[in-house]
């Protein structure tokens, strides 16, 4: 049962605009997920400005999870951590009391390109969120392989589908990334309480309506969703238990700083 459609809104974040689904005000959360950005798809003209970076900006009290569909960004932070991410590989910063970053495109910067990827954020648990910060970078090799006869994808986070990704967490959840063949069902992990479908790519049908990509479907607790693909699909899934507290005030404290 499909409790909440949760559509795009146009977000400016400074440098770029981006697909913003979470919060939502009908739904701050899912589980620990309090923001849910997708950044593109968009072309980015050679040479490509410093004035298209992210420039340097602080948080507290979360960790930011960035995953590349196309593109490259650089990561570099306060800690002195410099890192570029690819399509498929996973950057995971936990900011716990205080980290400052940026997000820089550094190897697009004379050639251009396709850019398109999400950044979530992740609530901390209240006894982590004045932990020293941390910052870990994934590739795509160890992130565990998901394959059915009609779809295959990656786990990036959390346990699902019979796998466990190698991935920090700090508290329980799932984040996968899957591609559907036309005709190929979607099933979601009943052992979590809140559930959710994004659609990067493709057209899904749910109880007899049809949804498209940029759109949130947000599923009723303790149900068995029937989703199928009308085309080939790429979606994100993502769940966990409810969260049993409001917003952290690091999270508010960095959205008024930055957003």
């Not at 196309?70 to 910063?93: F, K, V, Y």
């Not at 659609?199 to 309506?209: K, M, P, Y």
Request: aromatic share 8%.
């Amino acid at each position: 049962m499909l409790e909440l459609l949760i559509e795009p809104r146009v977000q400016s974040i400074g440098a770029f605009d981006v697909e913003r689904i979470l919060p939502f005000r009908k739904r701050r959360m899912v589980g620990p997920f309090v923001f849910f950005d997708r950044m593109g798809p968009q072309q980015l003209e050679a040479p490509v400005s410093h004035q298209a970076d992210v420039r340097p900006h602080p948080h507290i009290g979360l960790s930011t999870v960035t995953y590349l569909f196309e593109g490259s960004m650089t990561h570099r932070d306060s800690l002195g951590i410099e890192q570029a991410i690819i399509p498929g590989d996973l950057n995971w910063m936990t900011a716990g009391s205080g980290i400052s970053h940026s997000e820089r495109f550094d190897d697009m910067r004379s050639t251009g390109g396709s850019m398109d990827g999400i950044q979530a954020w992740v609530a901390l648990p209240t006894e982590f969120e004045e932990q020293a910060p941390a910052f870990e970078h994934y590739e795509a090799t160890v992130l565990p392989r998901l394959d059915d006869e009609k779809w295959r994808g990656r786990l990036i986070a959390g346990e699902a589908f019979g796998c466990r990704s190698p991935v920090k967490t700090h508290s329980p959840l799932f984040y996968a990334d899957l591609q559907v063949m036309a005709g190929g069902s979607i099933s979601l992990p009943l052992n979590y309480a809140e559930r959710a479908l994004y659609l990067i790519e493709g057209t899904v049908e749910h109880a007899g309506h049809r949804y498209k990509a940029g759109n949130m479907l947000v599923f009723a607790e303790n149900t068995d969703p029937k989703i199928v693909a009308l085309s080939p699909v790429r979606v994100m899934l993502l769940g966990a238990k409810p969260w049993d507290r409001a917003i952290s005030g690091g999270i508010l404290y960095h959205r008024a700083k930055t957003v």
